[in-house]
Every structure is written in C-alpha cells, then in structure tokens.
C-alpha cells in the first residue's frame, strides 16, 4: 500500500506528517504505522481518508 502512496507524497511534495494533518489526523501514527509496515491491512476508513486528503481515487489503491 505504502509503494502507492509514496510517489503521490513525493509528486506534491507532501511529508508522511503533512498527510496525517491533511487527513484531519491529531496524530501521525496511522500514517507512520503504514509507512514502516505495521498496518498490513488497512481499513477502508483509512485509505478512504488518505485518498481524499491526497484527492485522488480510491481506485489509485487497488
């Protein structure tokens, strides 16, 4: 999921912390936890809100 993510970040020059914050997060661990591969299996909660903060479809994670 992360090897997703990552070139979308660096395409807008967004840091995993600014993503938490776009993603309305009080904290970074989500973000973090699927970044390092703690979080295996995302909900659909968090790649819905990852795909909204980033504005891309949620088709851009299957």
Do not use: C, Q
């Amino acid at each position: 999921m992360w090897s997703k993510i990552e070139p979308l970040l660096e395409k807008r020059g967004i840091t995993p912390y600014h993503l938490s914050k776009l993603m309305g997060d009080k904290n970074d661990s989500n973000v973090y936890a699927l970044k390092n591969g703690k979080i295996k299996r995302p909900s659909f909660d968090l790649i819905l809100r990852i795909a909204n903060a980033l504005d891309v479809s949620l088709d851009t994670f299957r």
